[in-house]
Nanobody
Framework: QVQLVESGGGLVQPGGSLRLSCAAS????????MGWYRQGPGKQRDMVAKITAGGTINYADSAKGRFTISRDNAKKAVYLQMNSLKPEDTAIYYC?????????WGKGTLVTVSS
């Protein structure tokens, strides 16, 4: 009943920035925690950042100081501002939204950090 569409991925040089966006559509009556996860080559999908409905934010250690997560409840959207990108940030980034107690996932957007 909920669809998530990510955008903003692409190729960026080390030290550069990208802003990822995720918008929820469909039948959305309640949105709780929203977050971003990523899966790099040969790795499992891990949490990068998440934000609760109350505004509590958690970051992976690798993201602290460089990434900023935010949400716009009116737009049913969550964003991830990524600065000072490193090659190890290269991964597919997935949007995650909890709606009415159910986890929903986007299809992912590829971020490639390379010179």
């Amino acid at each position: 009943q909920v669809q998530l569409v990510e955008s903003g991925g692409g190729l960026v040089q080390p030290g550069g920035s990208l802003r990822l966006s995720c918008a929820a559509s469909g039948t959305v009556f309640s949105i709780g925690t929203m977050g971003w996860y990523r899966q790099g080559p040969g790795k499992q999908r891990d949490m990068v950042a998440k934000i609760t409905a109350g505004g509590t934010i958690n970051y992976a250690d690798s993201a602290k100081g460089r990434f900023t997560i935010s949400r716009d409840n009116a737009k049913k959207a969550v964003y991830l501002q990524m600065n000072s990108l490193k090659p190890e940030d290269t991964a597919i980034y997935y949007c995650n939204v909890i709606s009415s107690g159910v986890n929903y996932w986007g299809k992912g957007t590829l971020v490639t950090v390379s010179s």
